[in-house]
C-alpha cells in the first residue's frame, strides 16, 4: 500500500472540457496535493488520451493521479490509484489488477462502519461527505463534521468532500481531514490556480 503522506487540496477535474489540462495545471500551480481525473461519459478514447496526459502532467509535478472509478483506465495509463464508490466494484479486486503500491481510495459517504471495513480491507485512505450542500452531488448524504473524529483511529488519511469552500474549508481541516477534495470551488474558479492557492493556505506549511 501507498498511503498518502501529505495533507492539503486534492483537486477532482469536471471534465469533460477543451481546456482541461490548462486548467488542472493551474490546479498543480496552486499547490493540489492529489489530482483525480473524474469524467463520466462513454467516450473511452477521449478518456484514455486526457487521463494518460495529465498522468505525465503530475509526474512532472510530483503529485498523485487517481482515477476516479475506472480500474481499467487506471492500469491503462499507469495512474497512482483509484477511487472507487459504492458502486465501482470490490477493492481487494482493484488491489489485485493494480499491484500494492497503488493508491486505492473509497467513499465512505457518512458511514463510519463503511470505513472500518475499507480499512480492514486495504483502503490508502477513506473518504467522508458530503459535508455541505454539493452542486455536483445535490442529492448526496450529508455527512456530520464529527465523522472526522470518530474516524481518526482508523489510521487512515481522511478526505473530505462536498460543497467544501475557502470559508468552511477550517472547520475540516480542524476536525481531522486530511485532504479537503474540491470540484466546483477550484475548476469552476475563475482563477484555479488562485483557487486551489486559498485552500492549499487551509493547511498549515510542513
Do not use: W
Amino acid at each position: 500500500m501507498n498511503r498518502p503522506t501529505t495533507r492539503g487540496l486534492y483537486a477532482i477535474t469536471d471534465g469533460p472540457r477543451p481546456d482541461l489540462l490548462d486548467v488542472a495545471q493551474h490546479a498543480l500551480l496552486g499547490g493540489a496535493r492529489l489530482l483525480q481525473y473524474r469524467d463520466k461519459t462513454a467516450d473511452a478514447a477521449r478518456r484514455l488520451a486526457e487521463a494518460s496526459a495529465l498522468r505525465q502532467l503530475c509526474r512532472e509535478h510530483g503529485v498523485p493521479l487517481i482515477i476516479n472509478d475506472d480500474v481499467a483506465l487506471a492500469r491503462a495509463v499507469q495512474a497512482d490509484g483509484v477511487h472507487l464508490g459504492k458502486d465501482d466494484g470490490d477493492l481487494a479486486a482493484a488491489r489485485a489488477e493494480l499491484g500494492a503500491t497503488a493508491i486505492i481510495g473509497v467513499s465512505c459517504y457518512d458511514s463510519l462502519e463503511r470505513a472500518r471495513i475499507a480499512a480492514a480491507t486495504g483502503a490508502d485512505y477513506v473518504a467522508f461527505g458530503a459535508f455541505f450542500p454539493s452542486p455536483t452531488k445535490p442529492h448526496a448524504p450529508r455527512a456530520p463534521l464529527d465523522l472526522l473524529r470518530q474516524s481518526a483511529a482508523l489510521g487512515l488519511p481522511r478526505v473530505a468532500i462536498g460543497g467544501i469552500t475557502p470559508d468552511n474549508a477550517p472547520a475540516l481541516v480542524a476536525a481531522g481531514a486530511d485532504f479537503l477534495a474540491v470540484i466546483s470551488a477550484v475548476f469552476g474558479a475563475a482563477d484555479v490556480r488562485a483557487a486551489a492557492r486559498r485552500f492549499a493556505r487551509s493547511y498549515p506549511s510542513d
